[in-house]
């Protein structure tokens, strides 16, 4: 497969500010960094893509060993002997890029609105599912359907309709379609004024609708996550990416003639011998993890 320059699909602008600190390197690395047979994995939802690619040095990188007529190769490419190869894995988790474009999580605002509104985004939950779990999380009593009537019906001057002779379920459908036709707000507007925004714990009530939506029904002798800390950790964009360093002595014609399997010379006097000493996988995590 022909070889492109890496530059094409990477930018050093682009990079986790992790990695700032070896930016100006890689400018001079990527000028001389090219890339083959590549393949991209990317989810359903464009959350998560990944990359495996085997990254190509222009030109063999290679020591040698005065007078010894062999050299210390540095990924030596069995199909190129002018070659080094890489073979590298990228993934990356895109977070609230994946749904807000030239999104700075810097200026992000932790109040239980800015929560509310990306939650939105990212779980996409029609009224009527959003009204079920507002009606689950907020209300009490043997009947929760008329205790929703009535809050709204409270806070907002409604008239959205209750009929004892009618099933929960025949009531629920009555009072979003009310809400849908006539009041003209959104499920979520209609739970996130209703028992949140004038509330006396905005923060409290605002964990319990992410619990309830991020986890369903909450067992109480269960432990959850905190639902604020999900909600920030999943937004952050993450990346990891390993590649794969290798090392090997070539010889020299004169030291070792390459054969071919059947126990013949190899005729052809650019094929040389190359003797793979060993690898090591480099891994780089944005949250910290450098090492092999």
Excluded at 54 to 65: F, G, P, Q, R, T
Aim: negative net charge.
């Amino acid at each position: 497969m022909a070889n492109t320059p890496l530059s094409n699909i990477i930018s050093i602008d682009n990079l986790p500010e992790q990695l700032s600190f070896i930016s100006d390197g890689l400018n001079t690395v990527f000028d001389n960094l090219y890339y083959s047979d590549l393949e991209v994995f990317e989810d359903l939802r464009g959350q998560n893509i990944s990359y495996a690619l085997n990254l190509v040095a222009n030109h063999k990188l290679a020591l040698s060993l005065p007078g010894a007529g062999m050299s210390l190769v540095l990924n030596p490419d069995y199909s190129n002997a002018n070659a080094s190869t890489f073979p590298l894995n990228v993934s990356i988790h895109k977070g609230l890029l994946a749904y807000i474009k030239d999104f700075d999580l810097s200026s992000f605002n932790n109040a239980a609105q800015s929560f509310i509104d990306i939650t939105k985004k990212i779980i996409p939950l029609n009224d009527a599912e959003i009204i079920a779990i507002g009606i689950s999380t907020f209300t009490s009593g043997t009947n929760k359907v008329q205790q929703f009537s009535i809050d709204i019906n409270s806070k907002f001057n409604f008239f959205a309709p209750y009929n004892s002779t009618l099933s929960d379920g025949e009531n629920f459908s009555n009072i979003v379609s009310y809400i849908k036709n006539t009041a003209y707000k959104s499920g979520w507007e209609i739970i996130f004024e209703t028992y949140i925004l004038f509330s006396s714990d905005i923060l409290e009530n605002s964990k319990k609708l992410l619990s309830h939506i991020l986890y369903g029904e909450i067992n109480p002798s269960q432990t959850y996550p905190d639902p604020l800390d999900f909600v920030v950790d999943f937004l952050k964009p993450k990346l990891s990416a390993s590649i794969v360093l290798s090392a090997g002595i070539e010889f020299s014609r004169n030291i070792l003639i390459p054969v071919k399997a059947n126990g013949d010379i190899e005729p052809y006097t650019n094929i040389i011998t190359t003797i793979l000493l060993g690898e090591a996988e480099l891994y780089f995590y944005t949250e910290g993890k450098f090492g092999f």
